[in-house]
């Protein structure tokens, strides 16, 4: 009997074959590196650290909280009376494969990792991307959206304005979001890449052979603009969609995405919870065409409060499905019963 646990034990130890290290040198810097390493020239907007007042500090409670500190010292006007960027936007990576556009993997991926779903893309790799407001965003700010497609600063300051209903930045605390955002850069952790794609850009490096198939393959793995597409809610409000929708599903859409803003009024002026009286005000203005139906809102958003300045993004096919809106819907029904 010993002897059997002693040979067990030597096998376990000596005859397991050790993992082996991943030793490539490329993957010590981030992906903006390498590729400008190999090349690259779609690093147009590098952070400015130098300038006064600029600081990674200042961007990050600008973005969390609304405030930051003025070169005086003095703290400076909210940036927005109604929301934070993380209202409307997360920081963390929001993606299991981020070279594809899915909202299911997306809910799911946002569960297990307890961040929330929500309208905006997250801002982890968008100093990555190569356009900004992009698809159907032309038809809601016209040629506002313009300006912001090839440029970041034009997109984080049309956001705060309009997306955010506040005002405009100062250079600096653009400047400082930005730098932010720098270290929300992706890093080749993000990246889904085989052994021999590394191979291959190891090579690439080491070796200055076929940079641009490494650049290549490096950009495929991830999105350089977030898609966006308008689309209307189920023709028949009554009825919704032809097919079944999954209640359970559905609850973790209104958890992660209509509680973050609704809860206890965090962002809005109106409460949902999960309490009969909430499903059934979203059962009874369902199928109607007012400001209170479910459809209207997740589908066209509503516009600013006069005053107030807070409105209801809506969500685009590509972060709220219709087979998600229809699980909404089935829990909605559900929890009203
Ligand atoms: C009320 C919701 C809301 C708030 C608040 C908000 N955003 Fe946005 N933001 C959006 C939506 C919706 C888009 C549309 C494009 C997208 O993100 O996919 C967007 C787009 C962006 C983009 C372009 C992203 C891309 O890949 O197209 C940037 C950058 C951005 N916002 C920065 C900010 C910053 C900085 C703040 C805070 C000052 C902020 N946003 C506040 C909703 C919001
Ligand atoms: C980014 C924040 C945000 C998210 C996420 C969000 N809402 Fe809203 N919603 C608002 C704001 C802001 C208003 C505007 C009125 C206000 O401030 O009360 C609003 C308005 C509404 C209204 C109309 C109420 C009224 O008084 O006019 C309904 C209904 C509604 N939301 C339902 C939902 C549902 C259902 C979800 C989830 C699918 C959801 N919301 C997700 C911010 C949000």
């Given at each position: 009997m010993k002897y059997i646990f002693l040979i067990i034990l030597f096998c376990t130890y000596f005859l397991s074959p050790t993992p082996e290290a991943t030793n490539y040198a490329f993957e010590q810097y981030s992906v903006s590196e390498v590729l400008t390493k190999l090349g690259d020239k779609s690093i147009k907007f590098p952070p400015q650290y130098q300038l006064k007042n600029v600081s990674v500090e200042n961007g990050k409670r600008l973005f969390h909280t609304g405030f930051s500190t003025k070169p005086s010292g003095k703290r400076t006007k909210k940036q927005s009376?109604?929301?934070?960027?993380?209202?409307?936007?997360?920081?963390?990576?929001?993606?299991?494969?981020?070279?594809?556009?899915?909202?299911?993997?997306?809910?799911?991926?946002?569960?297990?990792?307890?961040?929330?779903?929500?309208q905006g893309t997250t801002m982890y790799g968008a100093v990555n991307r190569e356009?900004?407001?992009?698809?159907?965003?032309?038809?809601?700010?016209?040629?506002?959206v313009l300006k912001a497609r090839k440029n970041i600063y034009e997109a984080i300051q049309l956001c705060a304005v309009e997306c955010a209903q506040g005002r405009k930045l100062k250079q600096w605390e653009l400047e400082s979001i930005l730098a932010y955002l720098w270290t929300l850069?992706?890093?080749?952790?993000?990246?889904?890449?085989?052994?021999?794609?590394?191979?291959?850009?190891?090579?690439?490096?080491?070796?200055?052979?076929?940079?641009?198939?490494?650049?290549?393959?490096i950009k495929s793995k991830y999105i350089k603009g977030a898609p966006a597409t308008f689309i209307p809610p189920p023709k028949d409000r009554k009825k919704g969609e032809a097919y079944a929708g999954d209640p359970q599903n559905g609850k973790l859409v209104y958890d992660l995405s209509c509680k973050h803003c609704h809860e206890n009024e965090r962002y809005s002026?109106?409460?949902?919870?999960?309490?009969?009286?909430?499903?059934?005000?979203?059962?009874?203005?369902?199928?109607?065409?007012?400001?209170?139906?479910?459809?209207?809102?997740?589908?066209?958003?509503?516009?600013?409060?006069?005053?107030?300045?807070?409105y209801m993004p809506h969500y685009t096919k590509e972060k709220m499905s219709e087979q998600q809106l229809q699980d909404l819907r089935a829990y909605v029904l559900q929890q009203a019963e």
């Open positions: 009376k109604h929301f934070v960027c993380t209202s409307c936007h997360n920081v963390e990576r929001e993606d299991p494969d981020m070279s594809v556009v899915d909202p299911q993997a997306r809910l799911e991926y946002a569960q297990e990792k307890g961040i929330p779903f929500l356009n900004f407001y992009n698809g159907d965003y032309y038809k809601k700010y016209g040629d506002l850069e992706l890093q080749f952790d993000d990246l889904i890449l085989s052994e021999e794609e590394k191979d291959f850009i190891e090579t690439a490096m080491k070796e200055d052979l076929e940079k641009d198939s490494a650049i290549a393959i002026f109106f409460a949902l919870d999960d309490s009969k009286l909430s499903f059934r005000h979203l059962k009874k203005h369902l199928p109607t065409y007012s400001r209170y139906s479910m459809y209207q809102v997740t589908r066209w958003g509503t516009s600013p409060l006069p005053g107030k300045g807070s």
